[in-house]
């Protein structure tokens, strides 16, 4: 089956801790965002990346840190900078080409700090 | 300003009433208009793309008025299923995206 999955679920953070939550999709999409969703409000953008090795910061990516080494995949860093992370955290991608292409979503993981 | 602003609601409505949401977006320059509902708890997945010339899926129709800067969706005859939390979002002229923050509808048996 065609998707993007995001793992894990439920995760974890104790304070002062890095985790990287894992974003994989096999829908050949150029284009992979991260957003966060806070209660009651929009989802912010934290970085995207339209092709491998290269990047771009969003509204908020201050404490975070992304990779795109592989077309598929694009996992999100919340570091120990970060001083509120407790969110669903999304993960999104989509084609470039046509234009016009919307996001497909995954799952989600919700993150909470112990 | 918002680059996106909804209603937030909630809407609460019976089974079978039409209900209106409405977005105003800030950014005349943007390029792409959708819908998205949202399940609680769950991901936000792609209600439908609204087009300058408006367009209608089944019991959706949505409209664009580029001129005022606003998008509207239309839902008739509602169900129980429809209950959600439904997304305005706007596409810029790069491949950013921006959201609403949603307006909630709950349907009413």
């Known amino acids: 089956d065609g998707g993007i999955t995001q793992s894990p679920k439920y995760l974890f953070r104790k304070e002062g801790q890095n985790v990287t939550l894992s974003c994989e999709q096999n829908?050949?999409?150029?284009?992979m965002y991260w957003y966060r969703q806070d209660p009651g409000q929009g989802l912010r953008l934290i970085y995207y990346?339209?092709?491998?090795?290269?990047?771009q910061k969003g509204d908020i990516a201050e404490g975070y840190s992304v990779s795109r080494e592989k077309k598929e995949s694009f996992p999100l860093t919340v570091t120990s900078a970060q001083k509120n992370p407790t969110a669903f955290y999304l993960c999104a991608s989509r084609r470039l080409w046509p234009d016009g292409e919307t996001q497909y979503f995954g799952p989600g993981t919700r993150l909470l700090v112990l | 300003r918002k680059e996106v602003e909804q209603d937030p609601g909630p809407f609460n409505v019976p089974e079978g009433a039409t209900v209106a949401f409405n977005c105003t977006y800030s950014n005349s320059a943007s390029q792409s208009f959708f819908w998205y509902r949202q399940d609680c708890r769950k991901e936000p997945k792609l209600l439908m793309s609204v087009y300058s010339s408006g367009n209608e899926d089944g019991r959706f129709t949505a409209q664009l008025n580029r001129a005022s800067q606003y998008i509207s969706l239309l839902i008739r005859d509602s169900k129980l299923s429809d209950s959600a939390t439904y997304l305005c979002?706007?596409?810029?002229?790069?491949?950013?995206?921006?959201f609403g923050t949603g307006t909630s509808l709950t349907v009413i048996p």
């Open positions: 829908l050949n999409h150029d284009a």
């Open positions: 990346s339209q092709i491998v090795n290269d990047f």
């Open positions: 979002v706007v596409r810029d002229t790069g491949n950013q995206f921006y």
